[in-house]
């Protein structure tokens, strides 16, 4: 029975790495048909969504499962409910996905324009982030998740950076200001995911080291 | 000795139980001699003893003197009894107080003597208060009622004696059994030596140290099993050699496959990888790693998932990043190891892109084909309802004419491109003068130009000559000038210059058209490219004229390049290997 338990820990370990991975793969559809004005691939990143959906029921299903029959204690039980939690993050992570690829589907056709650097550095970022959170949780390695929130300022810095520079071009250019518009909830949204990839870092700490990290790496006393 | 062994053990045994019983024997037969020899002196010293006695017998006083004087030398006590019992003296008695001894008649050694002539015994004397031997003896022939002599010598003295001699028994016995443990234990350990020999020789075959040798030396039992031990190590080192060299050959097998091979057990761990999984995955150690941790992709990792759960092979192919092509084939495992399935990966990236070339180029030539087709249709249609007096006839005959120029060219293009793709050109080498090719070439395409006002101006070095073959060459020259012509505005030059860059000869072509753009420049020597397609109606071109060019160069050795900037022209230079004029200078 204990054996059992712990094929099937593994086996929903599993399945959110491969969640994280779809939605990582998701990040980076959305913001090549955002570059690359494809509104095919933006298209194909909401239709996948729903897949990313049927991920995040199942992964629920099966932890809020295992908490109920094998009723867990200590590792075990810091380790499922991080999971449930790193799901749902996942999950709207592939929502924000989502929400970059229809900015993109109605950018197509317009030109190129100099703001979309700075959400291209910004798009980087939240990748890298998203990337060594999911590193993180997958070694357990608490170092790492804190150099992911340690940059969550400086995504949030530079997120503003656009906002501002993109609401001076639309004052000078009001012909500009739909384009714009859909920028800035490009950019919202990159801000969100980083957000979003804090949480599960602080969530990985959580898994390996019994701390809650909460608002910024100001650790809870217990 | 086939039982060497056991009868070393025999013996010692029975040497042991000798040592034993010997010893036992000897104890109680030094205690008998010792009595015996007690015996035997005081016999011979009573019976010199009597001689001196025997002619006196009453002589109260040289009687006395007799009997202490003897009792001195010979250091034993001396009894005369009378023959009614009484006792005449005693040597260990004062003799004031021999009168007052108890009647002796009785005492058996006298009653013995009185009966045998001699008598002895070994008891306690009452009037010594000690152990005596007594030895008596009947003096005079009148033996049942003659006087006694007795003698008696204290038993402490002779137990003394005996033990002196028990010590020295004891010892040596002692001393016997000491040499026999000795012994014993040498010959033990001889014995047990091989055995632990042969023991540590099995037990280090058992670790697995099988360079071990089993002992040479030893009882025969002991040379058996070694020998025995030998032939299982030897057959043993045979199995394990083979399956070594079995493993290797596997090993140096999985290892080096260009495709990527993982092994995973039903935990979806990685049991083995070879080099190429290592290095497609950028995972160094991957053994024992669950597999999800390294390919970390659904498209990749589901197969793996579907072929355990249905056990049956699965394949997929997965697009990765930049533009790289995965082909995955998981195969399930026969049960019996805890490998429960194989996966291999490979890169099919190049096959990849060279398919969706050829599908693109199958794609272009149906394109570029489908133009004059139809044009051509189109104009025959027509014609069928035209008189052959309408003035639109003659139009529409040279239109078809045009069309079917335009789709021969195409397919002589193609057939060439074919043919050099494949290697099927066969060139005829001559010395080629570059300047007297490109006078040729520029006549040619003089027409042309002229119909649209474009120039062509030959600036040349002298005597540049390169080796190939001239039909080929000129058709370079003539593909690069006509697409120079072809792209240059009205009232333009084209200029054809001939020079070394170096050593090498080059030959460039430059006109002062739209340019190309820095992107697409590597693009433009691919089979259809063509940079503006909305203009390709005004500059009619198969779109394989560069990638002739390109090919043909590269048949002769030469390189071909291009310099272009939008809106200032294009110059594209062949750079031939070797001036084939400067061989004879």
Not at chain 1, 46 to 53: L, S
Not at chain 1, 134 to 149: G, Y
Not at chain 2, 76 to 104: C, F, K, Q, Y
Request: proline share 4%; net charge negative.
């Amino acid at each position: 029975m204990k054996e059992h338990f712990a094929e099937r820990l593994e086996a929903l370990r599993r399945r959110l790495i491969l969640m994280g991975s779809e939605v990582e793969k998701q990040i980076r559809a959305s913001i090549e048909a955002l570059t690359e004005g494809s509104a095919e691939n933006a298209r194909a990143v909401i239709a996948r969504d729903e897949d990313v959906d049927r991920l995040e029921n199942q992964i629920e299903e099966e932890a809020i499962q295992l908490l109920a029959l094998e009723q867990p204690v200590a590792i075990d039980l810091r380790f499922l409910v991080g999971v449930l939690k790193i799901n749902n993050d996942l999950e709207r992570i592939g929502d924000h996905a989502v929400n970059i690829a229809e900015g993109a589907e109605r950018l197509v056709g317009r030109p190129p324009f100099q703001p979309a650097i700075g959400i291209r550095a910004m798009s980087e970022m939240v990748q890298v982030m998203l990337r060594q959170s999911l590193d993180a949780f997958i070694a357990r390695d608490a170092a790492l998740a804190q150099k992911v929130i340690e940059q969550d300022d400086v995504l949030d810095a530079k997120n503003e950076g656009v906002i501002r520079q993109l609401l001076t071009y639309m004052a000078e250019t009001p012909a500009l200001i739909s384009h714009c518009l859909e920028l800035i909830s490009v950019s919202k949204n990159l801000e969100r995911v980083g957000d979003l990839a804090t949480n599960i870092a602080e969530d990985t700490i959580f898994i390996a080291e019994a701390k809650l990290v909460k608002h910024h790496g100001v650790e809870l006393a217990r | 000795m086939r039982f060497a062994l056991r009868l070393n053990l025999l013996l010692a045994l029975l040497a042991l139980g000798l040592a034993l019983t010997l010893s036992a024997v000897a104890v109680s037969v030094t205690d008998r001699a010792v009595e015996d020899r007690a015996r035997d002196r005081l016999r011979r010293e009573i019976d010199f003893l009597a001689e001196q006695i025997e002619p006196r017998p009453g002589e109260a006083g040289p009687l006395a003197e007799l009997v202490r004087r003897a009792s001195r030398l010979l250091g034993a006590r001396v009894t005369v009894i009378a023959t009614d019992g009484r006792v005449l003296d005693d040597s260990d008695v004062p003799r004031s107080e021999v009168a007052g001894m108890e009647n002796h008649a009785g005492r058996p050694e006298v009653v013995a003597a009185r009966a045998a002539g001699y008598g002895t015994a070994i008891r306690h004397s009452a009037t010594l208060e000690t152990d005596l031997l007594y030895l008596a003896r009947a003096l005079g022939p009148g033996r049942s009622h003659a006087p006694v002599l007795r003698m008696a010598i204290r038993l402490g003295d002779l137990r003394q004696v005996e033990s002196q001699y028990e010590w020295i028994l004891r010892g040596a016995v002692f001393a016997a059994c000491a040499l026999l443990v000795l012994v014993g234990g040498v010959a033990v350990a001889r014995l047990a030596r091989p055995i632990r020999d042969v023991t540590d020789a099995a037990l280090a075959v058992a670790r697995g140290d099988l360079s071990r040798e089993a002992p040479e030396r030893g009882p025969a039992e002991i040379l058996e099993l070694s020998s025995a031990l030998s032939r299982m190590k030897s057959s043993l080192l045979e199995s394990v050699a083979r399956v070594e060299r079995e493993h290797r050959l596997s090993e140096a097998v999985f290892e080096t496959l260009p495709d990527g091979v993982t092994v995973i057990d039903a935990q979806y761990r990685v049991i083995d990888a070879n080099r190429s999984f290592r290095a497609m995955t950028g995972t160094p150690d991957p053994a024992g790693r669950p597999l999800v941790e390294i390919l970390r992709d659904r498209a990749l990792f589901g197969p793996f998932e579907e072929a355990i759960a249905r056990r049956a092979p699965t394949d997929a192919v997965v697009r990765r990043e930049n533009e790289v092509t995965w082909q995955l084939a998981v195969r399930p495992l026969p049960p019996g190891s805890r490998a429960v399935a194989v996966g291999i990966l490979r890169d099919v990236t190049a096959f990849e892109r060279n398919e969706a070339m050829r599908r693109r180029f199958v794609a272009d030539v149906s394109h570029e084909l489908r133009t004059p087709v139809s044009s051509i249709a189109a104009a025959a249609e027509t014609l069928t309802e035209t008189e052959p007096d309408d003035p639109e006839a003659p139009r529409l005959v040279e239109l078809v004419r045009r069309q079917a120029r335009r789709m021969r060219e195409l397919i002589d293009d193609l057939t060439d491109l074919s043919l050099i793709e494949s290697g099927e050109v066969a060139l005829s080498p001559e010395k080629v003068d570059l300047r007297a090719l490109a006078g040729e070439t520029a006549e040619e395409l003089r027409a042309t130009a002229r119909s649209r006002d474009v120039s062509i101006r030959i600036e040349s070095s002298e005597g540049v000559a390169v080796e190939g073959d001239r039909r080929r060459l000129g058709q370079i020259l003539r593909n690069l000038l006509d697409n120079a012509v072809k792209f240059s505005p009205a009232g333009g030059t084209v200029r054809i210059r001939i020079d070394r860059v170096g050593r090498k000869p080059s030959l460039v072509v430059e006109d002062d058209g739209p340019g190309i753009p820095l992107a697409e420049q590597d693009r433009i020597f691919q089979r259809f490219y063509q940079v503006d397609r909305s203009r390709s109606k005004v500059r009619p071109g198969t779109g394989l004229g560069l990638a002739i060019v390109k090919h043909l160069a590269q048949l002769h050795g030469a390189e071909v390049t291009v310099a272009s900037r939008p809106g200032q022209g294009s110059a594209f230079r062949v750079t031939f290997g070797r001036d084939a004029a400067e061989k004879e200078v």
